[in-house]
């Protein structure tokens, strides 16, 4: 499990944030409840980073996630990370509101609607052109 940037920070299995300064901190309520959780419904910027954090691929199973916009354009994990500012502050129908994260399970053919760079999938053989 990768920790947060402080020492004193831990990150159970729950995905939420704890201070372990604290004394008795594993009975007190989280810095933060959501801090590092893959979210499938995206409605805020708060699930936007804890998804961001949670990383690129589903828990358990490894499969490759991407993001969906809500004008149903892809983007990778890196494109997101790359353009935090543009989606962080996107509007309905600007191309970057990210709405939903998803698993590419089979679309070999599944490419960054940003940068064109495919997007990998769990099942699917890419063919190389």
Not at 14 to 39: C, E, H, M, Q, S
Not at 40 to 51: G, P, W
């Amino acid at each position: 499990m990768k920790k947060p940037t402080a020492e004193h920070f831990f990150v159970p299995d729950d995905g939420a944030l704890y201070d372990t300064r604290k004394i008795g901190w594993y009975n007190l309520k989280p810095v933060r409840p959501v801090y590092k959780r893959t979210f499938r419904v995206i409605e805020n910027n708060i699930q936007l980073k804890a998804t961001l954090r949670a990383g690129a691929a589903a828990w358990p199973g490894g499969y490759p996630l991407f993001f969906v916009t809500d004008d149903g354009s892809a983007l990778s994990f890196e494109t997101v990370k790359a353009e935090i500012r543009s989606v962080l502050s996107a509007t309905k129908g600007n191309g970057w509101k990210v709405v939903g994260c998803q698993v590419n399970w089979e679309d070999e053919e599944l490419t960054d609607d940003h940068t064109g760079e495919p997007i990998e999938s769990a099942y699917g053989e890419r063919v190389a052109a």
